[in-house]
Nanobody, 116 residues
């Protein structure tokens, strides 16, 4: 059973920074890709960043230049460093993984709230 556990969410003022982590229950090398998504109230879940194996991350236009996704293979953890946060970034952030059988896994999410 694959488990993804997000942490690091919370309340932050606009312009501030926050770092999210996603701990995987097995080696990151067993996944084709890792990703971060977010979902705000009343909106559909949207892609924030993707990391395919060891390639450089891809970012949504709305976060490019402000967010940085990274992976720590030794600790089976992926990170999302968020800076210059805006109220529009308020959402539940989800960790995502896809394995070599094309199965997709999701974490339970962590709430990020950015005050104006």
């Amino acid at each position: 059973q694959v488990q993804l556990v997000e942490s690091g969410g919370g309340l932050v003022q606009a312009g501030g920074s926050l770092r999210l982590s996603c701990a995987a229950s097995r080696s990151l090398s067993s996944f084709n890709a890792m990703g971060w998504y977010r979902q705000a109230p009343g909106k559909q879940r949207e892609l924030v960043a993707t990391m395919i194996r060891d390639y450089m991350p891809n970012y949504a236009d709305s976060v490019r230049g402000r967010f940085t996704a990274s992976r720590d293979n030794a600790n089976d953890t992926v990170w999302l460093q968020m800076s210059s946060l805006k109220p529009e970034d308020t959402a539940v952030y989800y960790c995502n993984a896809r394995d070599f059988l094309s199965l997709v896994y999701w974490g339970q999410g962590t709430q990020v709230t950015v005050s104006s």
